[in-house]
């Protein structure tokens, strides 16, 4: 549980790094990723991903209403936050 838990940090670390307006956030432990917890337009698609449902630790980049897999490499995160800037 303890890499799980330094994993969770270092992929929250690298959402935040970067400043932008219309940038959001959501740092969740995996038992609270179920509708109830999130946006609307999250509601169905977070909860269902295999990484999710499998109790993985992972970030998701979602962008004009279309997500990428999930991600669970600090530098896959970073690369993928920077292209889509």
């Given at each position: 549980r303890d890499l799980q838990?330094?994993?969770?940090e270092n992929l929250y670390r690298e959402a935040v790094a970067g400043f932008a307006l219309n940038k959001t956030v959501l740092r969740l432990p995996?038992?609270?990723a179920v509708p109830e917890n999130l946006p609307p337009a999250l509601a169905e698609t977070i909860p269902n991903?295999?990484?999710?449902?499998?109790?993985?630790?992972?970030?998701?980049v979602c962008s004009n209403f279309t997500c990428q897999?999930?991600?669970?490499?600090?530098d896959e995160l970073r690369k993928q936050l920077t292209t889509e800037k």
């Open positions: 838990d330094a994993l969770a995996i038992s609270s991903l295999p990484a999710v449902r499998a109790g993985q630790t992972c970030a998701v897999p999930p991600i669970t490499a600090p």
